[in-house]
């Protein structure tokens, strides 16, 4: 009776670890065909996709969930944009760009929003009376940089 009891219980850890490796393959964003291969599954379940994964597959996605929702909950929205501009200003100071993409993110979240476009902002053309014209001509044109400076 005790074989049956080990038998039962290596089998257990035996699927639990099938369960992990498919998870951890799915995390890492391959499909579900291929992780499921990679957990030691067959072909044919494999192909089933998403209604083949084993609820302990699931229950295990569905914990990492909680986790992460867990997390962004223990922060406010001007803690995450202060994360968000403190990453950047440490990028811009090391010159590299590293989490660039998941700080855009976070900095669009509609809580955060500091990444949203100012849509009160309006763009206005004026029309100048052709006496005031001459007035403001130098704003339009360039300036006009020597590249090669006469030297004396």
Do not use: C
Not at 70 to 95: H, M, T, W, Y
Request: without cysteine; proline residues 5%; neutral net charge.
């Amino acid at each position: 009776m005790s074989e049956q009891v080990s038998e039962t219980k290596d089998r257990k850890t035996l699927q639990a670890e099938r369960h992990q490796r498919v998870a951890n393959a799915l995390k890492a964003g391959k499909p579900i065909r291929h992780a499921m291969l990679e957990g030691g599954y067959s072909d044919n379940q494999a192909k089933l996709g998403r209604s083949g994964l084993p609820k302990g597959v699931l229950n295990q996605l569905a914990s990492d969930g909680e986790r992460f929702r867990s997390l962004g909950r223990q922060f406010r929205p001007e803690d995450r944009a202060d994360i968000v501009r403190g990453k950047l200003v440490e990028n811009v100071l090391l010159g590299k760009d590293s989490a660039t993409k998941s700080l855009e993110l976070l900095g669009k979240d509609t809580a955060v929003g500091i990444f949203k476009s100012d849509s009160n902002v309006v763009a206005v053309q004026i029309n100048l009376p052709a006496s005031l014209e001459g007035m403001f001509s130098e704003l339009r044109e360039p300036p006009v940089i020597d590249a090669d400076p006469v030297s004396d």
